[in-house]
């Protein structure tokens, strides 16, 4: 099993990035999932989720910039990033959970904002 996150880069201040946790050997509709961020020198912290059924719940301030979106075809969970702020600096990792069966993270992807 793995998941696999991409799409971290570097953007400058009001744009966007779309980053993708694609799952291997699990189905991303049987867990919910969650994107982390953890920025340097700072704590984890949640960023949103998606659950089994489809409900999303975000971090807080980051709803109406942040959407988190599932596409069940590529077993992919997506999160797009807009007006990206220096703040939103950090490792993004996804994770994905569901009673009764193991949790698995993914390694992340850096995200850097310039200002």
């Known amino acids: 099993v793995q998941l696999q996150a991409s799409g971290g880069g570097l953007v400058q201040a009001g744009g966007s990035l779309s980053l993708s946790c694609a799952a291997f050997?699990?189905?991303?509709?049987?867990?919910?999932v969650f994107w982390y961020r953890q920025p340097p020198m700072k704590q984890r912290e949640l960023v949103a989720s998606?659950?089994?059924?489809?409900?999303?719940a975000y971090g807080d301030m980051l709803e109406g910039r942040f959407t988190i979106s599932r596409d069940s075809a590529k077993n992919t969970v997506y999160l797009q990033m807009n007006s990206l702020e220096p703040e939103d600096t950090a490792l993004y990792f996804c994770?994905?959970?569901?009673?009764?069966?193991?949790?698995?993270w993914g390694r992340g992807t850096q995200v850097t904002v310039s200002s």
């Open positions: 994770k994905a959970s569901s009673p009764g069966r193991p949790t698995y």
């Open positions: 050997g699990i189905d991303v509709r049987l867990y919910d």
């Open positions: 998606i659950n089994r059924k489809s409900t999303t």
